[in-house]
């Protein structure tokens, strides 16, 4: 059975960084493009990282420069480095994997395996 379980969210002041951990069981890792993403109250989930077998990461404007994402296969695991966050970073991330590679594009995925999610909080 597929799990994708987050950690590390939390509270963090304006301009501060975090970063986030997916550890991922059950799947064959290494077939899988994985991706961060999140949602924030009242909005749609939207794409924060996407990062295929490869290792050809994507990011949307909003967060690149800011935003890193790396996986260890050997490890099956993923993280989000997060710095100089602002109030609109604010949500719940989740993490992603997917053995559609076209996911790598920014759309939000409707299947694969998603985790239970973390909150990310910036105070200003």
């Known amino acids: 059975q597929a799990q994708l379980v987050e950690s590390g969210g939390g509270l963090v002041q304006v301009g501060g960084s975090l970063t986030l951990s997916c550890a991922t069981s059950g799947i064959d890792f290494d077939l899988f493009t994985t991706g961060w993403y999140r949602q924030a109250p009242g909005k749609e989930r939207e794409v924060v990282a996407v990062m295929t077998t490869a290792g050809n990461t994507n990011y949307p404007d909003a967060v690149k420069g800011r935003f890193g994402m790396f996986r260890d296969n050997a490890k099956n695991t993923v993280t989000l480095q997060m710095s100089s966050l602002q109030p609109e970073d604010t949500a719940v991330y989740y993490c992603?994997?997917?053995?559609?590679?076209?996911?790598?594009?920014?759309?939000?995925?409707?299947?694969?395996?998603w985790g239970q999610g973390t909150q990310v909080t910036v105070s200003s």
């Open positions: 992603h994997a997917n053995v559609d590679s076209s996911i790598w594009y920014g759309n939000v995925p409707r299947n694969g395996y």
